[in-house]
């Protein structure tokens, strides 16, 4: 399942309108995705994030994997956002499609990220998308089991822009788990169908979104 952003504008007063935006987009995002409430507003959906924009990206299938492991409903966060600029902040506010990403993070159960490797760091959209969230009020990372994975050309594995990534989310106070998949090649890694075509890389995407659920049970 994937949630389309809304790209326009919301609002002129940043804060109050971030605000406004969010809980607007966090209602939006629940008749929209078609996902269950719980008793205190949380979602148990697995929340995505690929690091890289294009449509056949390896990064893209490989979070959908990881969806197929951890089970029960899925979204796909946008990273597609404008470039941030204070000015704009300013002028208009928080993007819509910011304000839903964070009610996203702040609704999911859990989160998975997968990032490109771009000259040995995450990719420059993501850390724009992550810029732009620490932007809206609430901290909707706080305390969000997140786990990290990277699909790479190089032989590594994105293990750089996996760890730049780690860095990046240090601000956030969410609960980055330590175990990781790197996957290197990954472009020969996928079949037509975009499903992994090894068993042992399955098996660590299957290991990992264990790890995800029990760091989930433990509240
Ligand atoms: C600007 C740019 C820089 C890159 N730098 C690296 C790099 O440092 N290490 C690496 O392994 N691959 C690098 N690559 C190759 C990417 O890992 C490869 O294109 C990968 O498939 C991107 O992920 P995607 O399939 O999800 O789009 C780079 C690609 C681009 C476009």
């Not at 990954?186 to 079949?191: I, L, M, N, W």
Request: proline residues 4%; charged residues 20%; hydrophobic residues 40%.
């Amino acid at each position: 399942m994937s949630c389309a952003t809304e790209g326009g504008y919301i609002g002129s007063y940043p804060q109050d309108v971030a605000n406004i935006g969010w809980r607007l987009a966090l209602c939006f995002g629940r008749i929209r995705c078609g996902v269950t409430v719980g008793p205190k507003g949380s979602v148990s959906v697995l929340l995505g994030i690929s690091g890289s924009l294009r449509a056949d990206a390896t990064n893209r299938k490989l979070i959908r994997e990881a969806a197929r492991h951890y089970g029960g409903s899925f979204v796909e966060g946008d990273i597609r956002l404008p470039l941030y600029d204070g000015d704009d902040e300013k002028a208009q506010g928080v993007p819509g499609g910011v304000a839903l990403l964070a009610a996203q993070i702040a609704s999911a159960e859990a989160i998975v990220i997968s990032t490109p490797e771009y000259n040995q760091s995450l990719s420059g959209s993501l850390k724009n998308a992550l810029d732009w969230i620490s932007r809206v009020e609430g901290s909707p990372w706080r305390g969000k089991p997140v786990a990290l994975m990277s699909a790479a050309a190089g032989r590594s594995g994105g293990a750089r822009a996996n760890y730049a990534l780690r860095l990046a989310m240090t601000p956030f106070r969410a609960r980055l788990l330590s175990m990781e998949v790197l996957v290197a090649g990954a472009r020969k890694e996928f079949g037509e169908d975009g499903r992994l075509l090894s068993e042992r890389i399955d098996g660590q995407v299957g290991e990992l979104m264990a790890a995800l659920r029990a760091e989930v049970s433990r509240g």
